[in-house]
């Protein structure tokens, strides 16, 4: 029984969506129309430990995000994963802090009562 070859995954790069991981660096690709610069820089904030961030290319075109390692052997793919959930984490604050806040209950309709007269035309009955 013959065993398969392994593939050098060195040479060949791994695309996940945007994420491309290469041998010690990955890139993220964002279209600042989605994520605008704020948001990236909030997003690449809690991985600074972990990892060195260089942000790049047009903001009025392409983001390009480079994050490469500090110490030691880092999963470059799930890293880049937890900083897209991160972005879209972000994103979404973002956009709460400069929406107004939309009501989720509907205004009360109170139904006027047999009670009420403010055109004052209502006598009260009496017994004959």
Not at 18 to 46: D, I, K
Not at 99 to 125: G, N, Q, T
């Amino acid at each position: 029984m013959k065993t398969p070859k392994k593939e050098s995954r060195a040479k060949t790069p791994a695309m996940d969506g945007n994420l491309e991981v290469r041998e010690g660096y990955a890139l993220l690709a964002l279209s600042p129309s989605v994520f605008p610069l704020p948001v990236v820089y909030a997003a690449c904030r809690p991985f600074a430990e972990k990892a060195y961030f260089l942000i790049d290319g047009d903001p009025a075109e392409e983001i390009v995000v480079e994050f490469r390692s500090k110490a030691g052997k880092l999963d470059l793919l799930a890293l880049g994963r937890d900083l897209g959930n991160t972005l879209v984490k972000e994103l979404e604050r973002f956009h709460q802090e400069r929406l107004p806040a939309i009501p989720f209950e509907k205004p009360v309709h109170k139904e006027p009562s047999y009670l009420e007269d403010p055109l004052h035309i209502m006598k009260p009955w009496s017994e004959k």
